[in-house]
């Protein structure tokens, strides 16, 4: 029963949790992103579409640029 915990059909925990971190982060960007408000109201589209289209690389891009263009920061 131990293993069955610890091996779940062929994914282990720590892959589980491999996957599930990234795609929290994305779930939490993509969530600001529609709630927020930016300062130019094209730029959520613009965000929205690059974190959906190009995940990895566009939720690092809006952490890094994409969050200064909120209006209540």
């Given at each position: 029963?131990?293993?069955?915990?610890?091996?779940?059909?062929?994914?282990g925990v720590v892959e589980i949790f491999i996957?599930?971190?990234?795609?929290?982060?994305?779930?939490?960007?993509?969530?600001?992103?529609?709630?927020?408000?930016?300062?130019?109201?094209?730029?959520?589209?613009?965000?929205?579409?690059?974190?959906?289209m190009i995940p990895v690389l566009g939720v690092?891009?809006?952490?890094?640029?994409?969050?200064?263009?909120?209006?209540?920061?």
């Amino acid at each position: 029963m131990s293993n069955l915990l610890l091996f779940i059909g062929g994914i282990g925990v720590v892959e589980i949790f491999i996957l599930l971190i990234p795609l929290l982060i994305w779930g939490y960007a993509v969530i600001e992103i529609v709630t927020g408000t930016f300062k130019d109201s094209i730029d959520k589209v613009v965000w929205l579409l690059v974190v959906l289209m190009i995940p990895v690389l566009g939720v690092i891009f809006y952490y890094l640029i994409g969050r200064r263009k909120l209006a209540n920061q």
